[in-house]
């Protein structure tokens, strides 16, 4: 499926052009290549390492996978002359955003109004998910779901769906008929939750064994434990979960931590006898280097050594900790203490699948701590960053030969106003200040393009 989009100014038509995909399994596009070979950290931008940026390069694809990248003014290997060249000058080529944490069933509640966390599941995101128990509910939303990601310039994420195993399926077969890169797995959550949204532990385990022998390592697929939070689940049932992570080679785990303060409050009262919120998980092993916590806003020292020394990682959400009143936080402190940051866009908490507005955001909420983040660690955090921390630098985060090619191609600005300030920054010469312009004024509007596995998945087409 070929999913097309618009933006302010024109509608977009629904098909991919011939070129989009050619006998041979070949492509080659035509444009500025930024991609990053190493972490930039919170350096000042022109003393930050790590940063490839290769104008008026063509990327070569074959059968999937990125063959070359080279100077356009450079010869094309034999055999590749009569590939059409797709021309994208002016146009940014980069790896596809890599979202760690974002909620399928949740486009149903984004954007609704007014309350914090317990009362946002409770009064949105509970109701919605049940809904979910019907198969042809979440076969569509599968489908609406990893169109809205394409749409933003995701390639990959690590995604929530709700407790019925259906959901989690219905996400795994639509995924993998693109070849796309997707970490999910039902949710566990046997209390403090409504009728048709518990499961017990026992039809918990089956389910997730039976997926996990399903989907588990077939083509690009992953398979998460997925602890909705520690307040929904009983100690049997963390647990099991925590057996299953030990059991099953290569599985993720997924869950979120220390959100907000009533949260933390809670589970404090639910499990008196463990020392943190974190420790409610790492003491049924589950916090290991395929770890992904959403949020960590409220840990302490210890919490912050837990995660360095696993190798598990927090999905920062900013959009998510801003609308819902969560919190702020402190990345620059994170880093210090050596633990793993990756991006995420926490939809429906979240109020934008655009990885480029949590970017935004997220400057947002440094700043209001007396960090300034660039936009060479926004952009490496939301790429090769993520691809390290969940173990798949060798496949996506780069445009590299060699890794699959999951890439975005970007317009530098959309709109008269971001149109100007990009060509300020740009007559500057300071490659990061227009990096930093795009960053803070663009968004899905700005995408051109979007190719998993060299395959195109998402195309704006401006048409009178």
Known sequence: MTHSGTDSSASAAASASPADTVSSGRRVLWGDVLDFTADPGFAPPKEAPGVRWRPDHVVLIEEGRIAAVQPHAKALPAGWQDVPVEDHRGQLIMPGFIDTHVHCPQLDVIASFGTELLDWLNTYTFPAERRYADPAVSQAGAERFLLALWAHGTTTAVVFPTVHKVSAHALFEQAHAQNMRLITGKVLMNRHA???????????????????????????????????????????????????????????????????????????????????????????????????????????????????????????????????????????????????????????????????????????????????????????????????????????????????????????????VATHRDGLAQASGDLHERAFVWMTLGDERNLAGTMIAGQTVYKKRITA
């Open 194 to 416: 409504p009728e048709g949204l518990r499961d017990d532990v026992d039809q918990a385990e089956r389910d997730c064994v039976d997926l996990i022998d399903l989907w588990h390592g077939k083509g690009r697929q992953a398979f998460a434990v997925t602890v909705r939070f520690a307040p929904t689940s009983t100690p049997e049932q963390l647990m099991m979960a925590g057996q299953l992570c030990q059991t099953y080679d290569g599985t993720y785990m997924q869950t979120h931590v220390a959100e907000n303060r009533d949260e933390v409050r809670w589970v404090a009262s639910l499990f008196p006898d463990a020392r943190s919120y974190l420790d409610v998980y790492d003491r049924d092993g589950l916090i290991g280097a395929r770890g992904v916590l959403a949020h960590g806003i409220w840990l302490d020292d210890r919490d912050r050594a837990v995660l360095r020394e696993r190798g598990a990682q927090i999905a920062h959400s900013p959009s998510s900790n801003l609308f819902l009143g969560s919190g702020l936080f402190d990345w620059a402190q994170a880093q210090q203490e050596g633990v793993n940051v990756s991006l995420a866009s926490d939809v429906g908490g979240g109020t934008s699948l655009s990885m480029l507005r949590n970017m935004a955001d997220a400057y947002k909420i440094q700043a209001l701590q007396g960090t300034r983040l660039t936009a060479w660690k926004a952009l490496y955090t939301a790429t090769l960053g993520a691809a390290r921390h969940l173990g798949l630098d060798e496949e996506i985060g780069q445009v590299e030969p060699g890794r699959m090619a999951d890439l975005a191609v970007w317009d530098w600005a959309v709109g008269p």
